[in-house]
């Protein structure tokens, strides 16, 4: 018989598994990161950027589910790193718009086999990967609502 207070079990948890995954995700991240001097956050963020040159903070935000408290010390990481640049848009002085400079591009390249890379330590089929994708981003899509 379940007792009340199974629900309160770790193993029970939905938020556990999701938590200890994406740790050990990023974990395996580190070396190839290192290698870029960017951490997990800064990569996420270049890989924004590199799909479209030219946003602003809120654009980067959404993207990535940051508000602009955790954004700005990071964009300042990337920005003196030499990667981005941030400029005051001319058609609305409130928006901070984000782009690529030549090192930020270049390293672009530096950066293209870490997915590949990162797919051979899921132990996970293809099929499995994206049915977990797919679950992921109904979540976040669900919970953002």
Known sequence: MKSFFDDLKL????????????????????PFLDKLDLTYTQYIAMLVLWEKDKVTVKELGEALY?????LTPLLKKLEN???I??????EDERNLILSLTKAGQAMQEQAADIPAELCKKVPLTDAEKETLHGLLYKLLGSMEA
Do not use: M, W
């Open 81 to 83: 790193k030499g990667l």
């Open 66 to 70: 940051l508000d602009s408290g955790t």
């Open 11 to 30: 193993e029970n948890q939905l938020c556990f598994p999701l938590y200890a995954a994406s740790r050990n995700v990023i974990r395996e991240y580190k």
């Open 85 to 90: 640049t941030r400029k005051r848009s001319t």
